[in-house]
């Protein structure tokens, strides 16, 4: 599977601001898609997650009813949707897909269990 990510930008805080993902291949449907995210100086963290078929989200606590992961399977893309931004959700974006079905909540918010990455989009909120 290969991963573009794409959308990032500047934006004000409070504002929103849609980043997506496409993915090549045609086993789309069948991997957990995730998203990531780094500011400079500090480790990756999980940011959401979505499984293969859609219907179960989880999301890391920092973004937590403010940040919405969705994906078109028939387009293989997953989105991200972050609204009331913050400075500190300033960081680079990835994407990045799992095989599903290997393991609970706790194995897909681990970013070594993704073996597969986009190039990362870079999110900037200015306050």
């Known amino acids: 599977v290969q991963l573009q990510a794409s959308g990032g930008g500047l934006v004000q805080a409070g504002g929103s601001l849609p980043v997506s993902c496409a993915a090549s291949?045609?086993?789309?449907?069948?991997?957990?898609m995730g998203w990531f995210r780094q500011a400079p100086g500090k480790e990756r963290e999980f940011v959401a997650r979505?499984?293969?078929?859609?219907?179960?989200?989880y999301y890391g606590d920092s973004v937590k009813g403010r940040f919405t992961i969705s994906r078109d399977n028939a387009k293989n893309t997953v989105f991200l949707q972050m609204n009331s931004l913050k400075s500190e959700d300033t960081a680079v974006y990835y994407c990045?897909?799992?095989?599903?079905?290997?393991?609970?909540?706790?194995?897909?918010?681990?970013?070594?269990?993704?073996?597969?990455w986009g190039q990362g989009t870079l999110v900037t909120v200015s306050s």
């Open positions: 979505l499984s293969a078929r859609g219907d179960t989200t």
């Open positions: 291949g045609r086993t789309f449907s069948s991997y957990v």
């Open positions: 990045a897909a799992a095989p599903a079905y290997l393991g609970g909540i706790s194995y897909y918010s681990a970013p070594n269990n993704y073996p597969y």
